[in-house]
Structures are given as C-alpha cells and as structure tokens.
C-alpha cells in the first residue's frame, strides 16, 4: 500500500490541480446542463423536474429545421474551408516556400485574425459588409456604378461562413506545417529523382504524412464550430428572422435572453451528444487504433 502511495504521489501532486480544474469547469458544466435539461428552471431558478417536454418542445418548435439546416450549412462550409484551405496554405509554406524567413512572415499575417481580439476582428467584418457606400463591398460596386446591397440581410450565412472559415484557417495551417516539416527530406529527394510530379508528392508523401493531424483538425475544428456563437452573435446575431442562426446560438438566446434555462439546456445537451457520436465516428474512419499501435518496424 505504501509503495502504491509513493508511486501515484508525485503524479498526484502534478496533475491534481489540472484534474480539479477540468472537473470543475468542464465535466461540472456538462453534470449540471444533463439535469437542467429535464427541468422547466426559469428565471425563477426553481428545479422543477419535467420530464421530456424540453425536448418535445424542441421536436415542435416552428424554427427548429430552419436552425438545424442553418447549422449543418455553417458547420460543414466552414469546416471545409478551415481544413482543406489550412492544409493548402500549410503545404505552401511549407513546401513550396522553402525560405523559412518567408514562410514565417506568410504565417505570421495569417495568424493575426485568431490573436485578434473577437470584436476587433467582427468590426472588420462589418465595414466589410457595410450597407451603406462607404462599405468595402459596396465602395467596389460604387466604381462600375452599382447600388450598394446590404450584405448582412441578404446573405447572412455566407457572411457568417466567411468570417468564421478565415479565422479558423491559421489553426490548420499552423498544425499541418508542423507535420509537413516532420517528413524526411529523403522521401521528397527520391521522389524528385524518380521523377514524381508535385501533385504525386503532395498525394503519396504529404496527405498520407498528414493523416493524424488531419483527424486531429477536423474533429477539433467540427466541435469548436458546432459549439461556438460568438462570431455570429456579434455579426448578425442570428438574423435577419433567424437566417443565421445556429443550435449553439439558440441554445443561449433561449437561456440567457428568454430566460428558458431548462429549454436552452436541453438544446446543450443534444449539441453535446451530437459531438459525442461525431467523434466516434471520425475515430473510426481515421483509424485511430492502428494509427495508435506500436510500430510493425523492428
């Protein structure tokens, strides 16, 4: 017993503040929303127990499909962008740009939106869109004498999906160029010498190379996504009429402006088992058991 005691003490004393920590601010919240789901609490704060009819509720609300369809259009667009754009720009900095002082600096530029404040970034995005004539969009129609178009109201998603899609590149870029760097110089030599052309290094070399990180983007990416709301809170605020409304956004709206604690923890509650099974299956498709077993090299 006493051996066991001196083993597991000095992890102990390392990782304990750590697991206290996710305990409290990560497992909690989630122990807390499970229970708050299956009650009516308000702003009253009274846990009354009822049941399903939270999720009844959300079965028959009027907006759910157009939320749902609004979600499944911001999460997969913008994803896209955020992995493949990011493993693009990884490869060519990495890759094609092989002086590092240039490639630091291309990196560099992308990464000040993600060190940005988000309001700082989302008032850029506004000017952008601007609905009057001094807006950057409507400043390029107003040289071939085109009216200007307000932006935010008649394409809300695809605003949305681009201010969220170029701030989330930076993180894929910086990962898959780390990944890349870690490839022999050997296989990209003896490619070159048989005569491979870059697109067949790119798809037999690096993507292969990649495999990993490109899990670890992709499913690290789909639940920041699925779960954020704050870019889109600050740009359009789910409108106009919830045309940019996602489920992690009306999950708050519900909770902290309607007040409707039990609702908004029910639609919690099913982001995060949505998550759950996401990962499982990414976990899967990946391979991530083979790719974690020991090495068939002796």
Sequence with gaps: ???????????????GPFIILISLFFFLPVVLIAIMAFTNMNSAMRWDFNGLENFQKLVTDPNILLIVKNTILYVGFTLLINVFFGLALGILTTYFIQKESVSLVFRAIWMLPRISPPVVYTLLWLWFFDPSEYGVLNSLRDLFHMPPVKWLSAHPMTAVILANGLIGVSFGMIIFSSAIKSIPKNLFHAANVDGASQWS??????????????????????????????????????????GSEVLALYSYHKAFQNFEYGYGSAISLILVLIALIFSLIMWKMFGMKKMMGSSRIE
């Design 1 to 15: 017993m006493l051996s066991v005691l001196k083993r597991w003490k000095l992890p102990a004393i390392m990782l």
């Design 201 to 242: 290094i790119i798809k037999d070399i690096i993507i292969p190379a990649v495999r990993w990180p490109l899990m670890f983007v992709t499913i690290w990416q789909f639940l920041s996504l699925f779960t954020s709301y704050e870019y889109i809170l600050l740009l359009t605020d789910g409108g106009p009429l919830f």
